[in-house]
Each structure stands twice: as C-alpha cells, then as structure tokens.
C-alpha cells in the first residue's frame, strides 16, 4: 500500500500537494476503494514524497547547479535573525544579580526535584534543563539547586530510552536532549541508561535524512539539533557507555580506544569523573568547561552528510531563514535550531572543537562552514568561552 502510494504521489506532475493527496485518500467511486490511510500515514507519505522531489531534482541538476542549491544562504538567514531578536536584551539585566537569580531558581525548585518554568508554570525536564544550565554558565549552580534533580530526570527516561517532559510521559527530542544535558552537568549521567538511550535517539534519523522528535512523528529540521545534539553529547560520554555495557554484559564494545587514550596519557576520561576533585566531591564549576575539550571518539553515530542535506536542501528558504521541512513556513526558532544543528554536523568528526573539519564533511562549499557550539548550551563556543572568563574569575 505504501510503496503504491508513494509512487503515484511522485508520478502526478503538475499538482499541488494538497491535490495529490486528495486524489489519493478519496479515490474515484469506480475504482475498487483501497483501505484508507491513516491521518498519520498520509502526512508520512506526504513527506516523503516532498523530501524525495527535491532530492531528485538535486541528483538531476548540473553540478554547478547543485553547489548553488547547497549554499547556506549565510547573510540572509542573519538578516532574517536580527530582525526577531532584540527582547534577548532583557535577559542580561537579570544575570546583573546572581543573587536575585540564584532566589529565583531556588523558588522554582520543586521537592520532587523538578523545577517550574516561571511562577505557577509547568514542571518539567525543560525547566530543569534550563535552570541548570543558566546556573552553570553564571556559576551558581550548588548542591542545594542540584538536590533531586537527577532523582526527577531519571523518572522521565522511559521504556524506549528516550526521555519525556515528565514522569510517564512519551520519550521526546527536545526533552531528551535537556534531561541528557541537565545530567551531564550536575555529574549524574551514568545513571541514565546511555546504551538505551543511544539505540533510541539514533532510530530517529529516518529515510528523509532529518531528524523526528518521537517515533512515528514526522520529520522536522529543529531537531537537528535536539536529537542531533544529544548524539553530540552521547559522543562524549563513551567511557560511561562502555562501561555500562560491560555491566549489562553485553558484548559489543563501543570504543575501546577511550581506554586506550586513557592509559596514553594517564588521565582518566571518565565522564562521571568530571569536575570530581581528589577528595570525590563533586565540582559542578568545571563540568560544562572540562567536557568540550574532552577527547571523543572520531565517528559520528547519525549521518552527519545526509542531516546537512536535509538541512541545506529542505530545511532553508532561499530569502533567509529556515523551517521545519518542505511547505511549512520559515521561523526564528527553526533558523536558531536548524543552524545549530547544522553546525554540530560539520564539527561531528572533529576530534576537538577547535580543529576545523576536513572540507568533504562539509557539505556545500566550505563557505558554508558555521562556527562551533557548546553542545551542552547551544551557545557559540567563543561566546561560551567570554562568559566562563566573566563569570569565574571575578572576585
Ligand atoms: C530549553 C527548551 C526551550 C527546550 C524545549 C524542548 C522541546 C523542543 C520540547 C518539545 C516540546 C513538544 C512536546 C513538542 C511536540 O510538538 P509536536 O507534537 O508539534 O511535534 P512532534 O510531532 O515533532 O512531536
Ligand atoms: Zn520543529
């Protein structure tokens, strides 16, 4: 039925979408009726058959061609972006008082552990997410803010491995990448179930080359960096898993070159070990700084190449701006997280942050080569970097 389907989508030239998919879920009286597709079957096929046309087209084109369509459209994505962003001013005026923030952390914290988004919000992973990682990034973040909350994120990892908004809800992108995240920098990622949770996220790159946010959902270019980047943290994290897997006594061995790097130098890359100190107390003040320059295993786990063509070819708008897949409209956030997304791709096989990728893992022109992220922040390293500077060497 699918592959039916798909192809007579593909092979109406000519008609809108919308037409197509009439023609095809409402067929003639006179033909013999085929079951009808599910809602979510149709969107899926839908989809597909977008995707798959420009791809085509793509494969089809001269090369020259072809480089014009992979050009990240770099100054009108930033023309688009400046317009949208100016209430981010706000936002600093508040880190002019840790105090007051450190207050207000400490109000939205919950006994269970979790944190409210704002006075009578929600409690959810996202809200943990956030409060740790501002409090990490202006140095605040203490035993007090951290109480619980790896309690909390490790009731929202479900069956699937993926982790939801809350306890017992359905495993999601944007809250696996925050509960990954918020537990990487209050050192308590080893009590998740990385193995799982890896197997989880890298199902969700599909045939469409982006990523979906739950399964059975459709693709959608904003998580290229949700799920993109909890694969870019999950990179990091190798020791962990491995050891992990060892424990669960299953055979296949992930890297055991972490090991070997490990012996070579004679420091332990252990990511529990992160900001210990010698008497095993837990210093959450060089997490974040300590695991961008851990060394990581070279091989991305997704396809970084086939997540920049759907970012490059079905994610962006030629006028600026990006969006979430094919006929739906650009947006502030998609751009945010669609560029981002981009970004951990092209650094997916470095080494180390700062050694600029080969130009073959670049897909396009290297022009379109981004600067690199913090993966735990979403932040431009080199803005990450001043801030750190600010925020923990004053007096
Ligand atoms: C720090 C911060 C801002 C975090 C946000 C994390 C994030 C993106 C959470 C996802 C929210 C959610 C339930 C989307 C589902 O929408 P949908 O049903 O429209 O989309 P879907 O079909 O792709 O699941
Ligand atoms: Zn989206």
């Known amino acids: 039925m699918k592959e039916r389907c798909l192809q007579s989508l593909l092979s109406v030239s000519g008609d809108t979408m919308s037409e197509v998919s009439e023609k095809e879920t409402n067929p003639p009286a006179t033909e013999a009726a085929p079951p009808c597709p599910t809602v979510t079957q149709r969107d899926q096929w839908m989809v597909e058959s977008q995707v798959f046309q420009i791809y085509h087209l793509f494969a089809t084109i001269p090369p020259n061609a072809q480089t014009l369509m992979l050009e990240l459209q770099r100054d009108n994505h930033v023309q688009y972006l400046s317009k949208g962003l100016r209430h981010l001013s706000s936002a600093f005026s508040v880190l002019d008082s840790k105090d007051k923030l450190h207050g207000f952390l400490r109000r939205m914290k919950q006994p269970n552990g979790g944190f409210r988004m704002h006075d009578d919000g929600e409690i959810d992973v996202r809200a943990c997410y956030t409060a740790i990682?501002?409090?990490s990034i202006v140095?605040?973040?203490?035993?007090?803010?951290?109480?619980?909350?790896?309690?909390?994120?490790?009731?929202?990892?479900?069956?699937?491995?993926g982790i939801g908004g809350e306890p017992g809800s359905e495993a999601h992108g944007g809250y696996t990448f925050c509960g990954l995240a918020a537990m990487i920098l209050i050192g308590e990622a080893s009590r998740l179930d990385l193995p799982r949770l890896i197997d989880w996220v890298v199902c969700r790159q599909g045939k469409e080359c982006g990523f979906q946010g739950r399964t059975n959902k459709l693709v959608d270019g904003c998580y290229s960096f949700w799920q993109g980047g909890a694969v870019a943290l999950l990179q990091r994290l190798y020791s962990?898993?491995?050891?992990?897997?060892?424990e669960t006594s299953q055979i296949f061995n992930i890297s055991n070159v972490s090991k070997d790097k490990e012996s070579l130098d004679g420091t332990s890359?252990?990511?529990?070990?992160?900001?210990?100190?010698?008497?095993?107390?837990?210093?959450?003040?060089?997490?974040a700084y300590k695991f961008i320059n851990e060394w990581r295993a070279q091989e991305p786990l997704f396809h970084s190449i086939a997540l920049q063509q759907y970012i490059l070819l079905c994610a962006q708008e030629q006028e600026g701006g990006l969006r979430d897949k094919p006929g739906k409209r650009r947006d502030h956030y998609h751009t945010c997280y669609c560029l981002s997304g981009l970004s951990l791709c092209q650094y997916s096989w470095s080494k180390h942050p700062d050694s600029p990728p080969l130009p073959k893992l670049v897909l396009g022109p290297?022009?379109?080569?981004?600067?690199?992220?913090h993966p735990l922040f979403n932040v431009v390293l080199e803005r990450y970097r001043e801030a750190h500077e600010f925020f923990f060497t004053e007096s």
Do not use: F, W
């Open 240 to 246: 962990i898993i491995d050891k992990q897997m060892e």
């Open 269 to 287: 890359t252990h990511a529990t070990c992160y900001g210990t100190t010698e008497s095993g107390s837990t210093d959450y003040r060089n997490i």
């Open 133 to 135: 990682s501002v409090a």
């Open 139 to 161: 140095n605040i973040l203490d035993d007090e803010l951290i109480q619980n909350v790896g309690d909390y994120i490790l009731s929202c990892q479900t069956y699937e491995g």
């Open 366 to 373: 290297y022009s379109n080569l981004l600067e690199p992220i």
